[in-house]
């Protein structure tokens, strides 16, 4: 195999950002495809969405007043939905520890709900120490301990089951909710229109013993076939996280986010296959800033365009402070996989941890550990792993849910908010008249539109009407919006006055001035 660097690729190889992007002139003989410092941007579409978060959509000298603010996240007061089955009642003996847990949810095109975690199938240190005893003890990661792979449904996603497989064997018996033994870090990937029904599910895990990435597939999520080992590239030190899939609409390819290690700290990696079964090797794409900002894993799903990233972050270093060895959940973004930002860098906590971190058996659940599963169970459905008590030390384990809105993970909102916040788009070209702004007005505030340069297009003969998504269409009195931007050769730009307000994003029938916006 011949490739050919640029200079720029080179260096940015040498820097560890890895930015490598879909050329598709160039395929490996293992049969993923090459990349260049060009990105692979999206297709175009007829109705765009862009986010208040991405830096891409403003003019930057036309900005007052503003801050980004993480959206507001509602947990499920049923939280915890399950949890290790050695607290149930009767205890499950092969669910000592779900640890992380690195949850998949999945809904699928039948209406059931299937959930696929990590777990200890033994520890002797949790099977043998009662939970009373435990505070009095620090917890021993004995080396007898062994992983596996656990699974639940729900018709509902709310209550939910872990039926008898009669798969795996647990101390002489099958009635146990096993798949697999002597995996870690599973992550598992529905595709309903997979023509190869047999490979509906797929499966991408970390053999224990041989330290090794493999893959199996599946018709019905429960029975899967013998795992495939990876021909290359498995590292033999990492991938011992959650080993989360998506396919990539851009690329049409499969994506893996996995974890490596780098200056004896945990970074985020990705690696490509366009068969599910001959991978790219690892790159680096992420990395936090010391001991205190390690990313555990980083499970990713695509919205209107953009990478989302549930990020798990790690808190070591300094162990005088109350947060050391928890982990919080963290928003990333990205236009390209390779560059990812905090989506609100001021304070990027997406789901909040509970009450009590540094109180095992007295705080909440998820006081202490979160891990996410990616959107795939509905458009407002956040399924997560909380774990209450440290990440090193005694925990107990359980799956939560939280609610959040795809369209609102993060606004713009007034720095002062006794002030209105103002802003500029970049150009517009609309190729129609739908226009809608994603925001949320709050009781006696207000929202003023116009476009710069425009007569007919003040802010006073703006209308404004609220849908049923929460966003408002936007339109000037007997004005046309293709017509305004139809000889601009910068487009025209919207000038958005909001007081006491959220602001969301915008989408419609338009394509924006993206001469700066792309890499490349």
């Known amino acids: 195999m011949r490739i050919t660097l640029s200079r720029r690729t080179f260096l940015l190889g040498l820097s560890g950002t890895a930015a490598l992007a879909l050329n598709p002139q160039l395929t490996s003989a293992n049969g993923f495809q090459l990349y260049s410092a060009s990105e692979p941007r999206p297709p175009k579409r007829s109705n765009k969405h862009y986010f208040a978060f991405d830096t891409g959509i403003y003019a930057a000298n036309k900005m007052q007043n503003m801050r980004l603010k993480m959206g507001e996240v509602k947990k499920d007061q049923r939280n915890p939905l399950f949890i290790d089955g050695i607290n149930e009642d009767p205890p499950k003996r092969w669910e000592p520890r779900i640890d992380n847990g690195y949850p998949n949810v999945i809904l699928d095109d039948k209406g059931i709900y299937h959930c696929y975690y990590t777990l200890f199938v033994v520890d002797p240190s949790f099977t043998n120490t009662p939970r009373t005893q ?46 697999m033994r002597d995996v870690a870090g599973t992550g598992v990937l529905f595709e309903p229109n997979d023509p190869d029904p047999n490979k509906r599910f797929k499966l991408i895990t970390r053999k224990q013993k041989e330290r090794k990435l493999a893959v199996a ?33 851009r690329t049409n390819q499969y994506i893996l986010t996995t974890r490596l290690w780098a200056s004896n700290f945990r970074v985020l990696a990705i690696s490509r296959s366009d068969d599910f079964i001959n991978w790219s090797p690892l790159h680096e794409v992420l990395r936090g800033q010391g001991y205190e900002e390690q990313v555990y894993s980083m499970p990713v799903f695509e919205h209107h365009d953009i990478y989302f990233g549930f990020a798990s972050i790690y808190k070591q270093g300094d162990n005088t402070q109350m947060d050391w060895d928890t982990v919080n959940l963290e928003l990333y973004w990205s236009t390209n996989l390779t560059e990812w930002n905090k989506a609100v860098p001021d304070h990027n906590i997406l789901i909040p941890a509970g009450a009590g971190q540094d109180k095992y058996l007295e705080g909440e659940f998820d006081s202490a550990t979160l891990f996410a599963a990616q959107m795939t169970a ?60 994603w925001a949320d007005v709050i009781q006696d505030g207000s929202l003023h539109i116009s476009i710069d340069g425009k007569t007919g297009f003040e802010a006073e003969n703006c209308q404004l009407e609220k849908l049923p998504s929460g966003a408002y269409s936007v339109s000037w009195k007997g004005q046309s919006l293709v017509q305004a931007s139809k000889n601009e050769k910068r487009g025209i730009s919207l000038s958005i006055v909001a007081t006491n307000s959220i602001f969301w994003g915008l989408s419609g029938e338009f394509e924006m001035d993206e001469s700066r916006y792309w890499r490349g």
């Open 217 to 249: 597939f599946s018709a019905d999520g429960i029975h899967f076939s013998e795992l495939i080992e990876w021909k290359a590239y498995s590292p033999k030190i990492g991938a011992d996280c959650h080993n989360a899939v998506f396919k990539d609409s």
């Open 378 to 437: 509905g458009d407002n459905r956040l399924y997560y792993t909380g774990g209450k008590g440290r990440h090193r030390g005694w925990r107990d384990i359980g799956l939560g849910l939280a609610y959040i809105d795809k369209n609102r993970l993060a606004g713009m909102v007034a720095r002062s908010p006794q002030k209105p916040m103002s802003f500029a788009t970049n150009g517009l070209y609309f190729h129609g008249e739908t226009l809608q702004i």
């Open 134 to 179: 435990r505070a009095n003890q620090p917890y021993a990661a004995s080396r007898d301990r062994q992983v596996g792979l656990a699974y639940a449904r729900s018709t509902d996603g709310i209550h939910w089951e872990k039926p008898e497989l009669g798969i795996v064997e647990f101390e002489g018996s099958k009635a146990n909710n096993l798949l």
